[in-house]
């Protein structure tokens, strides 16, 4: 079955950039995405990106696509301390349109 | 507009209980999702409606589960003889049909299991 793997924490300072890698292993997928996850609130949508793009950029996302090695990464330009937070990769197909989510990576802000 | 809303927001039961959580989907939108969330287990599907279509019941984990859509809007999620193994956060999404297949999740229902 398809799977989705994330590595599972990442520390950056106020001011950086931080990068969210993702690795998937269904070639079928056709849509893939990056939710936010605060404490105890829900999941954001924050951008996704079809997979005959490679690259998407929304003000301080940047979303990279390469589908040869099924990875995916979300790059967060200037990063805050409201970034700090748990950020899922998922990805579906035009044949099971449920979302399949990697474990998620917590991503903590320094000051 | 409105965005998707579950009730409870937390639930608690003693095993053995059934319960039944609900899950009102953004307006217009004519796909619906539930999802759980728990430690172990990550996030998971469930089960996913499609306007008039059968229900893709592929993620149920036993048959003491069991969702309906009524008039293609309101979903209920029900659990019966509910398992400690049950503690989790259920998550409910809606999506449009058409296009990129967004989904757009509620808040959850926190079921906690005794």
């Known amino acids: 079955g398809e799977d989705v793997e994330q590595s599972l924490f990442l520390s950056v300072r106020e001011g950086d950039s931080s990068v969210i890698n993702c690795t998937y292993t269904d070639s079928s997928s056709t849509y893939l995405y990056w939710y936010k996850q605060e404490p105890g609130a829900g999941l954001q949508l924050l951008t996704y990106?079809?997979?005959?793009?490679d690259m998407k950029q929304d003000q301080r996302l940047t979303v990279l696509l390469n589908k040869k090695d099924k990875h995916l990464s979300l790059r967060i330009a200037d990063t805050q301390t409201g970034d700090s937070a748990i950020y899922f990769c998922a990805e579906s197909d035009t044949g099971r349109r449920a979302l399949t989510f990697g474990s998620g990576t917590r991503l903590q802000v320094q000051p | 507009g409105a965005g998707v809303s579950q009730s409870p927001s937390n639930k608690v039961t003693e095993k053995g209980k059934d319960v039944e959580l609900r899950c009102d989907p953004i307006?217009?939108?004519?796909?619906l999702y539930w999802y759980r969330q728990s430690l172990g287990q990550g996030l998971e599907f469930l089960i996913y409606?499609?306007?008039?279509?059968?229900?893709?019941k592929s993620g149920l984990p036993s048959d003491r589960f069991s969702a309906e859509r009524t008039g293609g809007s309101v979903s209920t999620l029900t659990i019966q003889r509910t398992q400690q193994e049950d503690s989790a956060v259920y998550l409910c999404?809606?999506?449009?049909?058409?296009?990129?297949?967004?989904?757009?999740f509620g808040p959850g229902t926190r079921l906690t299991v005794t």
């Open positions: 409606f499609q306007g008039n279509s059968a229900p893709d």
């Open positions: 999404a809606s999506s449009t049909l058409a296009g990129r297949y967004e989904q757009y």
């Open positions: 307006s217009g939108h004519t796909a």
């Open positions: 990106i079809f997979s005959n793009m």
